[in-house]
């Protein structure tokens, strides 16, 4: 069986992190056993780097998981690709989560922005990439066995 690719948003992350339990978490302990393969973009990973103290995380803690590639670290997207993006989302400060997704090759694009990413038209636009919260991930492979 292919091994899943899954694009994290940085509330993903910083979710998981500030946790020890939930499906964010459960994502960060999946990709470390290698179960998926977690992809960020740099921006992506900046932008949990400047709220880490929000959810009183230590930035060693972040390193850990680029360090050992529980999360791989994919460029940001070039600014010509991201544009495309903007008009998909109210926020177009979260283009470059969509470009990202697309650009890592991703199966799946994890994301708790209910109002800027987790939304029809974007899940429309982006298909087949399968654009869920961590809850709704986590359900759709409960049923995929």
């Given amino acids: 069986m292919k091994l899943l690719n899954v694009f994290l948003d940085a509330s993903v992350i910083l979710s998981g992190l500030g946790s020890v339990t939930g499906g964010s978490r459960k994502i960060l302990e ?3 056993s290698k ?22 995380v230590s930035p060693s803690e972040l390193f850990k998981l680029v ?3 529980t999360i ?4 940001t997207p070039p600014l010509e690709f991201t544009l495309k993006f903007t008009s998909l ?9 969509l470009a990202g997704a697309v650009i890592s090759g991703s199966d ?15 899940k429309r636009f982006l298909s087949p ?8 991930f986590w359900r759709y492979l409960d049923r995929s066995e």
């Fill in 67 to 69: 360090e050992n590639k």
């Fill in 89 to 97: 989302t109210l926020d177009p400060n979260d283009a470059h989560v």
């Fill in 108 to 122: 799946f694009l994890i994301s708790l922005d209910k109002k800027h990413i987790l939304t029809r038209k974007v």
């Fill in 129 to 136: 990439i399968k654009v869920f919260s961590p809850k709704q």
């Fill in 72 to 75: 791989r670290v994919v460029e």
């Fill in 35 to 56: 179960k998926f393969g977690l992809f960020a973009s740099k921006l992506v990973i900046s932008e949990v780097e400047a709220h880490l103290p929000k959810v009183k």
């Fill in 30 to 32: 999946a990709g470390r």
